[in-house]
Structures are given as structure tokens and as C-alpha cells.
């Protein structure tokens, strides 16, 4: 009975804790949206460098706030293997092209985590659905920073692509472009699809990745040539029977986990030009990630039976601007709601009061659904579809 009691008022506490996150989130959002529209319309017309400057901090500000719920909330732990020398020279001080396996819920997390670190959380962009650009806050975010959104059309998508890369990498501050080349996050369903089409195909058989979808890369490497100078590989790992899981709702419980993360820099000269020995170029890369992942879940090591150098371990304590960003939002959006329904209370504002609980009802159930969003049981088909 005292056991259950527990877990009854545990449940509540991390009801609370994902409330006011969500409300702190949500709040940061809908102002970052404010802020943005209002420096595209009255200084990006006059100084486009100065409007993306600034636009800088209000990215960074919005996407910390579940980097210190990761760190700082949960107390999860992120340890990176990287060159010393490539960290102290060029991460984070110039663009790359972000390569990534998409395997976890939370790999997305794990980015911002190591970005935040190496001082370009800010600067980070993706290729994503053009669908998600209409989702409240969130996608606005992302269409207001100029990520590059696709209609999963190639026709049309290699316009967008070559259009939108030059505006990308033409920001003042470092940018990272995120390509999920996978094309959708890893299932076993879809694991069991791309291993056939590699072996129709004569590809390399990928034991833990899907065989990467080349035509975005080569489309975009024409374009990169020049002003982008380095691909930025991320491999991430979690002990396959590790607890709790590695999940989104794990981290708004308050609940640690342990990414690895082993990430180098590969030049982008070394990517050879033609479409089709860029394309070769791109499944032997695949191939090489395989090998890193497979030999940390068989060893505990990215190195041992992989065959790439072995870098040192590096532990990222939190960042304490991450911490305060997300105490400032909280505060004030805590302070402005208690003062409206309090002001509503004693002045009889009923209509007001019930508005108010109604808004945060709807910030936890977007939250609720986002992470449910999240789950792997709920990605997207897309990748089972396109190999069919």
C-alpha cells in the first residue's frame, strides 16, 4: 500500500515536471515565433547579415530548453570521442553537413546536446518534411530559421535543394546541416526491407543502418563545394539493454540515460565529384558507420573492431547558460499565469480563468503528443513504402 502511494505521488510530481516544462517550452516558442517575424519584417529587408545574427540567439534560446531538461533535469550524461586537434580547429567554427544514424528517439537530443557544447546549438539546421513546417511553434521555428523543407519529390526537391543551400551556408555564424540519409529512423521492419534491397542490388548489407538514400547527398554536393568545407559525422550509441531506454518521455520523467557519441571530420574534398562515384562514396561511408556501431555493441568500444583510430573520451559538463535560459523562461511564464488567474479569481473572470487552464491543458497534450510522436512504433512508413 505504502509502495503504491509512492508511485501515485511520483506520477504526480512528473505530471508537474512535464507540465511546467511543457509550458516553459511552449511559452519560449510562441515568443522566439514573435521575435523572428518581427526581425524578418523590420530588419532583414535593410540587413540581412544583422537579422540572422540575432536570429542566432533566439534559436538558441528555444532549443535549449530540452538540452537542460536532458542535462540538467534528468542528468543525463553524453560521452563524446573526438580528435582534440579537430575540436580545438575546426568544430564549431565553420559549416558542415551533418551526417547522423537515425536509430534513437532522442538521436535528434543527442545532437543538440553536442552542439550546444561545441558553441553552434544556434546554427544547427536540417532537410526536413515540408509538412512539418505548418506544426505550431515548433515547425515555425524551423521555417523562420530557413531549414530546408522537401516535398519528398525529387523533381522538385532538387530545385529547393540547390536554391536553398547557397542562403544557408551564406549565414554569418557556423552553420551544421543536418541529412538524415537513412531517409526514416531505424525499425526492424525496415532493417529487414533494406538488407533485401542491398543484396538486389549489390550493396554493402548494413547490420545497423538503412541503406542510405543517396540522390539528396549528390544533389547537394555541387552546391556545397566552396562554402561548405567538411562533413560532420556523428555516431551515436546506447548499451543495447541499458535503463531507462533512451526515450523522450525517460528524459521529461527526470530520468538519466547515456548516449555515446563518436564524431569526426571528414573534409569534403575527400567526397569525389560525379553523381555516381558520389553516390559509391556514400554507401562505403555507410558501410564504415556500420563497422563503428557494430563494434561498440559487440565490444563497448566504437575502435577495437572497427579499424578507425581510436580518439580519447570527453565528458561535457552542462553548460550553466542552458540552466538559467530555461529558469528565466520558466519564471515568466509560471509569473504570468498565476498573475492572470489570480487577477481572474478576484475579479470574478470566470471566461478568462477557464481560457488559461484550457491553454495549459493544450500545452501538455501537445507535449503529450509530441512525444508519442516520437516513439519509434510511430515513425514513418516512409521508408518501408519506398523499398516495396
Keep these: 500500500m505504502q509502495n503504491t502511494n509512492f508511485d501515485l505521488r511520483m506520477s504526480h510530481l512528473r505530471g508537474l515536471g512535464r507540465l511546467l516544462i511543457a509550458v516553459t517550452f511552449f511559452t519560449c516558442g510562441f515568443f522566439v515565433n514573435i521575435g523572428q517575424l518581427l526581425l524578418i519584417v523590420l530588419v ?46 575546426f568544430f564549431g567554427k565553420e559549416h558542415g553537413l551533418l551526417l547522423m544514424n537515425h536509430t534513437y528517439e532522442i538521436d535528434w537530443l543527442t545532437a543538440w546536446m553536442i552542439t550546444d557544447k561545441l558553441g553552434i546549438l544556434g546554427g544547427t539546421k536540417a532537410y ?66 533494406s538488407v533485401k534491397f542491398a543484396q538486389e542490388r549489390g550493396l554493402p548489407v548494413l547490420k545497423h543502418h538503412l541503406i542510405p538514400r543517396t540522390k539528396g547527398f549528390t544533389t547537394s554536393l555541387p552546391t556545397m563545394r566552396g562554402i561548405c568545407p567538411a562533413i560532420y559525422d556523428i555516431n551515436l550509441a546506447f548499451k543495447k539493454n541499458a535503463e ?95 498573475n492572470y488567474l489570480i487577477t481572474s479569481l478576484v475579479a470574478g473572470n470566470w471566461i478568462g480563468f477557464i481560457t488559461v487552464l484550457s491553454i495549459l491543458g493544450g500545452f501538455y497534450g501537445l507535449m503529450e503528443y509530441a512525444v508519442n510522436a516520437s516513439k519509434i512504433s510511430k515513425a514513418s512508413a516512409y521508408g518501408a513504402a519506398a523499398k516495396k
Design 128 to 193: 526536413a518534411k515540408k509538412m512539418l513546417r505548418y506544426v505550431p511553434v515548433l515547425g515555425w521555428v524551423w521555417w523562420m530559421a530557413e531549414f530546408i523543407f522537401l516535398d519528398r519529390n525529387f523533381e522538385k526537391d532538387k530545385v529547393v535543394i540547390k536554391t536553398q543551400l547557397t542562403e544557408v551556408f551564406s549565414h554569418p555564424d557556423p552553420v551544421w546541416l543536418l541529412l538524415n540519409a537513412e531517409g526514416t529512423r531505424f525499425t526492424a521492419a525496415k532493417h529487414e526491407l
Design 244 to 338: 531507462p531506454k533512451p526515450t523522450m518521455l525517460s528524459q521529461l520523467n527526470g530520468e538519466p540515460v547515456e548516449p555515446y557519441m563518436y564524431i569526426r571530420r571528414v573534409p569534403l574534398d575527400k567526397v569525389p565529384d560525379g553523381e555516381k562515384e558520389a553516390a559509391a562514396f556514400m554507401q562505403d561511408f555507410f558501410a564504415e558507420k556500420d563497422k563503428i556501431i557494430d563494434s561498440f555493441h559487440e565490444t563497448g568500444s566504437f575502435f577495437k573492431n572497427s579499424g578507425v583510430k581510436e580518439v580519447p573520451e570527453k565528458i561535457y559538463k552542462p553548460r550553466l547558460t542552458t540552466l538559467l535560459n530555461f529558469l528565466g523562461w520558466a519564471t515568466v511564464s509560471v509569473l504570468c499565469i498565476l
Design 44 to 89: 532583414r529587408p535593410f540587413d540581412k547579415r544583422l537579422s540572422r545574427s540575432l536570429m542566432y540567439y533566439l534559436h538558441y534560446s528555444f532549443y535549449c530548453i530540452l538540452v537542460c531538461v536532458a542535462e540538467w533535469y534528468a542528468g543525463s550524461k553524453l560521452r563524446v570521442y573526438i580528435d582534440p586537434e579537430d575540436e580545438k580547429k
